[in-house]
């Protein structure tokens, strides 16, 4: 059931709301690094 809600919660012993601040900081990195590559060009 939460394998399939969440493929990846099987390999993490990380607890939701800390799976959430990893996903939140994967998507913050991202977008940090596409607003630097937009203002170094």
Same mark, same amino acid.
């Given at each position: 059931?939460?394998? $399939? $809600?969440?493929? &990846? =919660? /099987? =390999? =993490?012993? %990380?607890?939701?709301?800390?799976? $959430? !601040?990893?996903? /939140?900081? %994967?998507? /913050?990195?991202?977008? +940090?690094? !596409?607003?630097?590559? +937009?203002?170094? &060009?």
């Amino acid at each position: 059931m939460s394998k $399939r $809600r969440k493929p &990846y =919660s /099987f =390999s =993490s012993p %990380l607890p939701p709301n800390q799976e $959430r !601040r990893k996903e /939140f900081w %994967l998507w /913050f990195s991202f977008i +940090a690094v !596409r607003n630097i590559e +937009a203002i170094s &060009y």
